[in-house]
């Protein structure tokens, strides 16, 4: 329970942040909304009504949304010099990574639902199941940020680190936007086992994304 106690405190502090410098939201919502008028605007009306076309590029948005929204997040904790001594505390490396997913994965919901509303209704797409879209969506958006907290801790001592997280996270998230991609297309089109199968498949990933996050990150803030 002191472990949850941990996580939950860092997980609040994070989003107290958030809501006193909201700038990661907002840049995150911004872009989003950026790229969906955008997709209506080059691929043209006819393209971007597609399920499978507009599921891509709403998940591959959401992939840099949440690159902005983390590294933001870690710029704050540098500027503050409140890194150190966080990690510094018993457990502190396993509760900041802990902390700082669930938090990412809050603000990311809130960025999940404007984008996809947006989508929803400035590219007038079907929406054939939409419990299914919202569990694949809930699926994926838990899924990305520890992938993306680890690439920044990775990267967060290195002036190039804003051109580095990109290309160190993208690579790893491929089978992760893949399935979330199918996954939502499946749901708009009505696809339903198709979309359950997707969601089994997007639960997996994050479960080894997760893993993978508590085995990286305290090593990497030794």
């Given at each position: 329970?002191?472990?949850?106690?941990?996580?939950?405190?860092?997980?609040?502090?994070?989003?107290?942040?958030?809501?006193?410098?909201?700038?990661?939201?907002?840049?995150?919502?911004?872009?989003?909304?950026?790229?969906?008028?955008?997709?209506?605007?080059?691929?043209?009306?006819?393209?971007?009504?597609?399920?499978?076309?507009?599921?891509?590029?709403?998940?591959?948005?959401?992939?840099?949304?949440?690159?902005?929204?983390?590294?933001?997040?870690?710029?704050?904790?540098?500027?503050?010099?409140?890194?150190?001594?966080?990690?510094?505390?018993?457990g502190g490396r396993d509760a900041l990574f802990g902390?700082?997913?669930?938090?990412?994965?809050?603000?990311?919901?809130?960025?999940?639902?404007?984008?996809?509303?947006?989508?929803?209704?400035?590219?007038?797409?079907?929406?054939?199941?939409?419990?299914?879209?919202?569990?694949?969506?809930?699926?994926?958006?838990?899924?990305?940020?520890?992938?993306?907290?680890?690439?920044?801790?990775?990267?967060?001592?290195?002036?190039?680190?804003?051109?580095?997280?990109?290309?160190?996270?993208?690579p790893v998230l491929v089978p992760h936007l893949l399935?979330?991609?199918?996954?939502?297309?499946?749901?708009?089109?009505?696809?339903?086992?198709?979309?359950?199968?997707?969601?089994?498949?997007?639960?997996?990933?994050?479960?080894?994304?997760?893993?993978?996050?508590?085995?990286?990150?305290?090593?990497a803030l030794d």
């Amino acid at each position: 329970m002191r472990e949850l106690d941990r996580i939950g405190l860092v997980a609040i502090r994070e989003l107290r942040a958030e809501r006193r410098q909201p700038d990661g939201v907002v840049a995150a919502v911004t872009f989003i909304t950026v790229l969906v008028l955008l997709e209506s605007l080059v691929v043209g009306p006819a393209v971007a009504r597609d399920a499978a076309v507009a599921s891509a590029l709403f998940w591959l948005a959401l992939a840099f949304a949440t690159i902005l929204a983390t590294m933001r997040s870690f710029d704050r904790e540098l500027e503050d010099d409140a890194l150190e001594g966080l990690v510094a505390l018993p457990g502190g490396r396993d509760a900041l990574f802990g902390g700082k997913v669930l938090a990412l994965s809050l603000v990311l919901a809130l960025v999940a639902a404007v984008g996809g509303g947006l989508s929803l209704v400035l590219l007038d797409l079907p929406l054939a199941l939409p419990l299914h879209l919202i569990v694949v969506v809930a699926l994926g958006v838990i899924a990305l940020p520890p992938v993306v907290v680890v690439d920044v801790v990775l990267a967060l001592r290195l002036r190039a680190r804003a051109a580095l997280v990109p290309v160190l996270a993208l690579p790893v998230l491929v089978p992760h936007l893949l399935a979330a991609s199918h996954g939502a297309a499946a749901a708009l089109g009505g696809d339903a086992t198709g979309a359950w199968a997707w969601s089994g498949l997007l639960a997996a990933i994050a479960l080894v994304y997760l893993v993978l996050g508590l085995s990286v990150v305290p090593a990497a803030l030794d």
